[in-house]
T-cell receptor, first 116, second 114 residues
Framework: KAGVTQTPRYLIKTRGQQVTLSCSPISGHRSVSWYQQTPGQGLQFLFEYFSETQRNKGNFPGRFSGRQFSNSRSEMNVSTLELGDSALYLC???????????????FGPGTRLLVL | AQSVTQLDSQVPVFEEAPVELRCNYSSSVSVYLFWYVQYPNQGLQLLLKYLSGSTLVKGINGFEAEFNKSQTSFHLRKPSVHISDTAEYFCAVTITGGGNKLTFGTGTQLKVEL
């Protein structure tokens, strides 16, 4: 079974631009979460989607947004890019939302974004 | 809110020696605990997780961890490391009923030397 795929793997943008990153979860997985990884702040949760609805959100400004499609693929968008948005953006998928039993999350290789 | 502390940013160790990576957490409610490994230029891979039951959890690649509720710790151990274990290790926590949102520690870089 194919793992979580993220496209593109590398991206260079300039300040003020916007960017869209894509994540395809493992087949059959319906929950997708996004994380930002930077040397200074570490790994931080951005948001989680399930059944095309945002179910959980981290402490990021409104410039960061996402969506999920009916096939569970997800995109995240960052508008008006700032230098501090340079990071590795990781996507993780799981079968379903955690309920009575915690779901294992499987991570993709990430998209490395550099903002100049 | 929950938090995770990994006290050691780097741990050097010789090949075939034992290693322990420390993790302490803070939460006012019940938690689930995880250890992930990240190799250079790759995403995160789950090593093991504690949900409930036995406090000693065995994972992949010979790693194990012990949940200690009184000390709020979840230290990761391996009795004999290999060069290929060189990577960054992250401890993470999520609260029960909190969905899939993981709160990560700052990571520990394990460097295995010959």
């Amino acid at each position: 079974k194919a793992g979580v795929t993220q496209t593109p793997r590398y991206l260079i943008k300039t300040r003020g631009q916007q960017v869209t990153l894509s994540c395809s979860p493992i087949s059959g997985h319906r929950s997708v979460s996004w994380y930002q990884q930077t040397p200074g702040q570490g790994l931080q949760f951005l948001f989680e989607y399930f059944s095309e609805t945002q179910r959980n959100k981290g402490n990021f400004p409104g410039r960061f947004s996402g969506r999920q499609f009916s096939n569970s693929r997800s995109e995240m968008n960052v508008s008006t890019l700032e230098l501090g948005d340079s990071a590795l953006y990781l996507c993780a998928s799981s079968l379903r939302l955690a309920g009575g039993s915690q779901e294992t999350q499987y991570f993709g290789p990430g998209t490395r974004l550099l903002v100049l | 809110a929950q938090s995770v502390t990994q006290l050691d940013s780097q741990v050097p160790v010789f090949e075939e020696a034992p290693v322990e990576l420390r993790c302490n957490y803070s939460s006012s409610v019940s938690v689930y605990l995880f250890w992930y490994v990240q190799y250079p230029n790759q995403g995160l891979q789950l090593l093991l997780k504690y949900l409930s039951g036995s406090t000693l959890v065995k994972g992949i690649n010979g790693f194990e961890a012990e949940f200690n509720k009184s000390q709020t710790s979840f230290h990761l151990r391996k009795p004999s490391v290999h060069i290929s274990d060189t990577a960054e290790y992250f401890c993470a926590v999520t609260i029960t009923g909190g969905g899939n949102k993981l709160t990560f520690g700052t990571g520990t870089q394990l460097k295995v030397e010959l």
